[in-house]
């Protein structure tokens, strides 16, 4: 949604800074028909000459083209949303605000990438050899890289998958029958974070973690009988920036798993490549991937960082609750050390974040006023909630007294927001009510606005699926076939598509019902008292 435009054409104020490019250190100025400030007038940083829209707009963060030389109209607005630039006036604005602005709007500009900045920033360009410098304080605003997400997911012989493969968004759940697959989809991204783990991480001890190679090849494995992971790590303008691709086995005689290929690509070129030969009898050299090995992953480091960043999470209340687990150790799947991860955020940054926790939390737990964190005597973090009473004082609990549900709701709420590689989440309804899980998917696409962390999620819900905005694209159903479990886009489903899109069935009512067992009408009528 566009919210404002600002003229360039406008005095000039301030002294342009040097160029920062060596050897040239030449006074930076603008190019022919733009200002010291690279076009955009200062008067808009006041604010003056906008509507009340674009003025909010400027306040809650603008969005500004890398390198143009003569920029001459700045529209605001969301990232991937309708951003346009044109060869307008302040007419535009005078004339009717935002309409009047983008009726003015021309074609004759191309169209550039633009970044979501907390405040409007400033370039110079400098005369000699057109470099874009920023100010001091633009400079440390500038926009970092797209965080990277998986794409494309293939395995083969994984578990309950013989061979499938689903293409992930940003945002994706995951619904099928009880044991079909979903959690094990999960534990195949979790498999790679394990093998990326600078600490207690690798081949041997991600196996063996999963009960060895027998547990994690799939019951229906034939010829060929090798265990594949094949994905797709990149960006929305990239998707396949990076690929990576696993074969794992294990030969007669040997109890340890091997590498028998191991191939990553950057941009479609091959980057670094392991393939064991079929004569050789040293098993012990191709017992570790080159992706745990810090000496061999230089040249895919990016992608060995982000697989060590996925994150699982699957909050158990009574693991919170109990005090013993302070001795966990981190990055505990089921929320043992969500109270440490707290801490250990800086004081600054943590107090903003337990307030907007806080304000969740008023409004989906009854009576609910204020959330702390604080330290006991041994320096084991709590979690405190006051709550409203007919005393003049509010009571105050802590996490032991929490409910099931506001626990997990609290480790959803820390989580999304926290910045990081994909984010795993099993069944994130549970404890729930309905009215607060079908609020989810859209706390997950505004707290990506700010993280960029992809969400991926098991559920069975009807209110997630049901809930505005979730698309056929965010959805994969697991089924189960006598030759393995297949996994299935919403959007490829020809029914489910015609349902949704001209019958006006929500998603959830088009996907779920194919989830249901066969027969599951007769768990009604059968005797499960013993006589």
């Known amino acids: 949604m566009v919210l404002g435009a600002l003229h360039a054409r406008s005095r000039t104020r301030g002294v342009p800074p040097a160029c920062r490019a060596a050897p040239c250190r030449e006074p ?23 509507c009340r829209a674009a003025a909010r707009g400027r306040r809650d963060g603008g969005l500004h083209p890398l390198a143009r030389p003569e920029p001459r109209l700045l529209l605001l607005g969301r990232p991937g949303g309708p951003l346009h630039r044109g060869h307008g006036g302040s007419r535009g604005l005078a004339a009717g605000g935002l309409r009047g602005a983008a009726a003015g709007l021309g074609d004759r500009a191309p169209l550039k990438k633009y970044f979501l900045l907390k405040k409007i920033k400033f370039p110079y360009q400098c005369a000699r050899c057109t470099q874009i410098t920023w100010s001091e304080r633009s400079r440390r605003k500038l926009p970092s890289s797209p965080p990277l997400r998986f794409t494309r997911v293939k395995l083969v012989n994984w578990r309950n998958f013989r061979d499938a493969e689903v293409r992930f968004s940003a945002r994706a759940f995951v619904v099928g029958p009880n044991a079909s697959g979903k959690s094990n989809l999960l534990d195949a991204l979790r498999f790679l974070r394990d093998l990326a783990k600078p600490v207690g991480g690798g081949l041997a001890a991600a196996v063996e973690e999963r009960g060895g190679f027998t547990a994690i090849r799939c019951l229906e494995a034939r010829r060929p ?10 960006t929305d303008d990239d998707p396949a920036l990076w690929n990576y691709q696993l074969r794992l086995q294990r030969y007669r005689g040997d109890r340890m798993a091997t590498v028998e290929s191991e191939v990553v690509r950057h941009g479609g070129s091959v980057v670094s490549e392991h393939v064991r030969p079929k004569e050789t009898l040293d098993t012990l050299a191709f017992s570790q991937t ?17 697989f060590g960043s ?12 109990d005090a013993r687990r302070h001795v966990i150790a981190p990055d505990d799947p089921h929320g043992g050390d969500l109270l440490r991860r ?31 964190l604080e330290d006991d005597a041994e320096g084991r973090p709590h979690l405190y909630a ?9 009571a105050r609990q802590s996490e032991e007294m929490f409910s099931d549900g506001t626990l997990r709701l609290i480790g959803f709420l820390w989580s999304i927001t926290e910045k990081g590689g994909p984010l795993l989440l099993e069944e994130p309804e549970l404890s729930l009510h309905d009215a607060v899980v079908q609020l989810l998917p859209a706390m997950i696409r505004r707290a990506q606005r700010f993280s960029g962390r992809q969400v991926i999620a098991t559920t069975h819900s009807y209110a997630i699926l049901a809930a505005p905005g979730v698309a056929l694209e965010d959805v994969h159903r697991v089924d189960v076939t006598p030759n393995g479990s297949v996994i299935e886009t919403a959007s490829a489903n ?38």
């Open 386 to 394: 006051s709550y409203d009473q007919w005393r003049r004082t509010a």
């Open 28 to 50: 930076c100025r603008p190019a022919a028909g733009a200002g010291h400030h690279g076009g955009i007038r200062p008067a808009a940083r006041r604010g003056r000459g906008l």
């Open 494 to 531: 020809d029914r489910v598509v015609e349902q949704v899109t001209e019958g006006g069935w929500t998603i959830a009512d088009a996907v779920l019902p194919l989830t249901k067992p066969r027969n599951v009408q007769d768990l009604a009528t059968l005797d499960v008292v013993t006589r």
């Open 225 to 234: 009988s090798h265990v594949e992971f094949d994905v797709d790590v990149g």
């Open 310 to 321: 996925i994150r699982y999470l699957h909050v158990v209340p009574q693991i919170v609750r």
């Open 342 to 372: 707290i801490k250990e955020m800086p004081a600054k940054a943590r107090a903003p974040r337990l307030r907007r926790v806080a304000q969740a939390l008023k409004v989906a737990v009854p009576q609910f006023l204020d959330l702390t």
């Open 290 to 306: 080159k992706l745990e090995q810090v000496a061999q992953n230089g040249t895919f480091r990016e992608l060995q960082q982000f």
